[in-house]
């Protein structure tokens, strides 16, 4: 249980154009989602927290114009790169919590998606 | 704001050795603990928690951790270590009111065969 996949897994996309990930909780409902970004042999920094039908939550210094958040079901949260640069590319993860249907709750376990792994040229 | 240190960035030893990795934490109220063990190429996964009770938790593959809260120390060990067990490790607190990950910045180990 409590599997959480990415689409897609990776992506090359030209500078300026948009990139839209998909991260889907497959086996239990998520309440919150979250959006990580991983550099090379760093690890992994919080962007935003995804709430099921309200906006995201960004940490400080991630452009919330630039990393648009949709979480518009308890299964699905979006995170489109708008405009994407080369300095965009990265390795983006997500993660899901606050499970309904799993019994997750506040301050409980995320689980983890496969990561999409961007190249922007 | 709370912060997660791993004292070892990177750790090589041979099969069969101990291995034990440092975490310490910096928030001084409740929180939950997690490892995560990120194998080349896969996703994050979870190899233990501690929420509260035993402050001794036993996870998958052999792993366990030992809180200590006095030391705000979240230690994550395993008697006898494989070749597959190459991987980078990542201890991550969230507060027990709160929602968000705070991510150590992992520690690299090479288990020669």
């Known amino acids: 249980g409590a599997v959480v996949s990415q689409h897609p897994s990776r992506v090359i996309c030209k500078s300026g154009t948009s990139v839209k990930i998909e991260c889907r909780s497959l086996?239990?409902?998520?309440?919150?989602m979250f959006w990580y970004r991983q550099f090379p042999k760093q690890s992994l920094m919080l962007m935003a927290t995804?709430?099921?039908?309200?906006?995201?939550?960004?940490e400080q210094g991630v452009e919330k114009d630039k990393f648009l958040i949709n979480h518009a079901s308890l299964t699905l949260s979006t995170l489109t790169v708008t405009s994407a640069h080369p300095e965009d590319s990265s390795f983006y993860i997500c993660?899901?919590?606050?499970?309904?249907?799993?019994?997750?709750?506040?301050?409980?376990?995320?689980?983890f998606g496969p990561g999409t792994r961007l190249l922007v040229l | 704001a709370q912060s997660v240190s791993q004292h070892n960035h990177h750790v090589i030893l041979s099969e069969a050795a101990s291995l034990e990795l440092g975490c310490n934490y910096s928030y001084g109220g409740t929180v939950n603990l997690f490892w995560y063990v990120q194998y080349p190429g896969q996703h994050l996964q979870l190899l233990l928690k501690y929420f509260s009770g035993d402050p001794l938790v036993k996870g998958i593959k052999g792993f366990e951790a030992e809180f200590i809260k006095s030391k705000f120390s979240f230690n994550l060990r395993k008697p006898s270590v494989q070749w597959s067990d190459t991987a980078e490790y990542f201890c991550a607190v969230i507060k027990a009111a709160g929602n968000k990950l705070t991510f150590g910045g992992g520690t690299r180990v090479l288990v020669k065969p």
């Open positions: 086996d239990f409902q998520a309440t919150t």
């Open positions: 995804s709430n099921e039908g309200s906006k995201a939550t960004y």
């Open positions: 993660s899901a919590g606050g499970g309904l249907a799993a019994g997750l709750g506040v301050g409980e376990t995320q689980y």
